[in-house]
């Protein structure tokens, strides 16, 4: 049976559901009862709702605060909902969001995403759930890998958001869960998350088509560097639910850093992991490993967001490589990347020798 700490007993204190002071709602979106759906239940949790006179938010993208504490209503345009591959990950990738609530220090979207970190989630998911049924069968990145066919045309939804951190005020992910899961075979909705309120989707008829994946890394790293997400025994009590439920699940260990005593760091974790899924019936478990990287942009950025980090961002400690987009990125030196991936995949084929290692980056 998993242990206590894994099953986070109710001792164990709960993070708060985010409640955005404000509300941001645009003309466009009021249009959509979904999201006029997502204002009200703002409202009733406590926040200043603002009907919006026209499309344009007004939040300085200095006002990190401002923004972080601010839930934007809005709506995808249909540039937006034309899709892109997202390797290693998926076939494509669709947005039902833009931003997260958390506070991770070494946040990627700080590098993705452009003006200030507003959560914005979108009022017309009918329509980007519907725009995304010509993409069936069209994958090369997932569809096209030997390993990994059987998963069917995947789309990858978290991207640029939690979905789940922002669910509790927009109700997309479960839409998302039912139609994927009344669409028909061949497909899979993909979403990775850092927080753990999943009873509502626990009873969504699903059909094994959404795989969800819980985002993990060592204690000191998700100590010093997560702020505003679920403690990793409530992610761990969350991944057991939804397998239990018959999810496929899966584990984001990331970021991967050789932090003090890494290797010990990680087998607690991979321990902890396989307490968690101990008894679930035909578990379909997956694995994807990532390691820290920063870009250029992202770094200053994250410095901007958190001056006092002790995050390690420096570039003559890194191996400096070019992106498809000819964009550069900072990673960890060749001979400390290849002892660690030697390490992890010895460390999974001993604690979770069930589960499927989809990708090391």
């Not at 833009?98 to 989630?121: D, E, K």
């Not at 998350?193 to 009873?199: A, C, P, Q, R």
């Not at 992991?273 to 390691?291: K, M, Q, W």
């Amino acid at each position: 049976m998993p242990s206590e700490q894994v099953l986070a007993p109710p001792s164990l204190p709960k993070p708060k559901r985010w409640t955005p002071r404000q509300v941001l709602i645009t003309p466009d979106a009021l249009k959509y009862a979904h999201g006029r759906a997502m204002a009200e239940r703002a409202a009733q949790l406590g926040a200043n709702v603002v009907e919006l006179k026209n499309n344009r938010l007004g939040i300085r993208a200095a006002d990190y605060v401002q923004a972080k504490t601010a839930l934007a209503i809005t709506t995808s345009t249909e540039i937006a909902r034309k899709l892109q591959p997202i390797p290693p990950s998926a076939d494509w990738q669709f947005h039902i969001a833009q931003g997260c609530p958390a506070h991770c220090q070494y946040c990627y979207l700080a590098g993705s995403l452009s003006g200030a970190p507003i959560t914005r989630a979108y009022a017309n998911i009918d329509e980007i759930l519907h725009d995304l049924k010509p993409y069936a069968g069209k994958g090369r990145i997932t569809s096209a890998s030997a390993t990994r066919s059987g998963e069917g045309t995947t789309f990858e939804a978290s991207c640029y958001t939690d979905p789940l951190g922002i669910e509790h005020l927009t109700g997309s992910l479960a839409e998302c869960i039912r139609f994927f899961g009344s669409w028909g075979t061949g497909v899979q909705l993909r979403w990775t998350t850092k927080f753990d309120e999943v009873d509502e989707l626990l009873k969504l008829e699903h059909r094994r088509r959404t795989r969800v994946r819980f985002s993990l890394t060592a204690r000191k790293v998700s100590r010093d560097f997560e702020g505003g997400t679920a403690t990793r025994g409530a992610r761990l009590a969350a991944l057991r639910k939804m397998a239990m439920a018959g999810y496929p699940v899966g584990l984001t260990i990331a970021p991967i850093m050789p932090v003090e005593n890494w290797r010990e760091e990680y087998r607690d974790l991979l321990r902890s992991a396989r307490a968690a899924l101990d008894g679930v019936p035909d578990a379909d478990v997956t694995v994807e490993a990532i390691t820290h990287r920063f870009t250029p942009k992202s770094k200053l950025v994250q410095l901007e967001w958190y001056p006092q980090t002790t995050l390690d961002l420096n570039e003559s400690a890194r191996d400096r490589k070019t992106t498809k987009f000819g964009s550069a990125k900072f990673v960890y030196p060749k001979p400390a990347m290849n002892e660690m991936r030697s390490w992890f995949q010895q460390a999974l084929s001993d604690e979770l020798p069930d589960a499927r290692l989809l990708y090391w980056t």
